[in-house]
Nanobody, 119 residues
Framework: QVQLVESGGGLVQAGGSLRLSCAASGRSFRSYRMGWFRQAPGKERDFVARITWSGGSTNYADSVKGRFTISRDIAKNTVYLQMNSLKPEDTAVYYC????????????WGQGTQVTVSS
């Protein structure tokens, strides 16, 4: 079983920065890729960024390109999301997810961390 625990959310003014962390634990944790998603009130959960665990290849949603950076520390089983130039529309609950089976879907999810950007 894999557990994902997010941290680093909070309240920040527009233009500010936050760094989210997602620590993975579980016996012999191995992942094909990790992703960050977000869900704003009344909206569906949207893709934000993903990274392959071994090679570190990344992809981003157009809305965050150039502002957010996803990275991972294999030794710590942790994935990060550095968020700069935050906007009020970035306000959401942010979730990390792990794809451990390489089947094109994420099979483990964290509990989420709230990010609120004030104008």
């Amino acid at each position: 079983q894999v557990q994902l625990v997010e941290s680093g959310g909070g309240l920040v003014q527009a233009g500010g920065s936050l760094r989210l962390s997602c620590a993975a634990s579980g016996r012999s944790f191995r992942s094909y890729r990790m992703g960050w998603f977000r869900q704003a009130p009344g909206k569906e959960r949207d893709f934000v960024a993903r990274i392959t665990w071994s090679g570190g290849s990344t992809n981003y949603a157009d809305s965050v390109k150039g502002r957010f950076t996803i990275s991972r520390d294999i030794a710590k089983n942790t994935v990060y999301l550095q968020m700069n130039s935050l906007k009020p529309e970035d306000t959401a609950v942010y979730y990390c997810a792990a794809d451990t089976r390489a089947l094109g879907s994420y099979d483990y999810w964290g509990q989420g961390t709230q990010v609120t950007v004030s104008s």
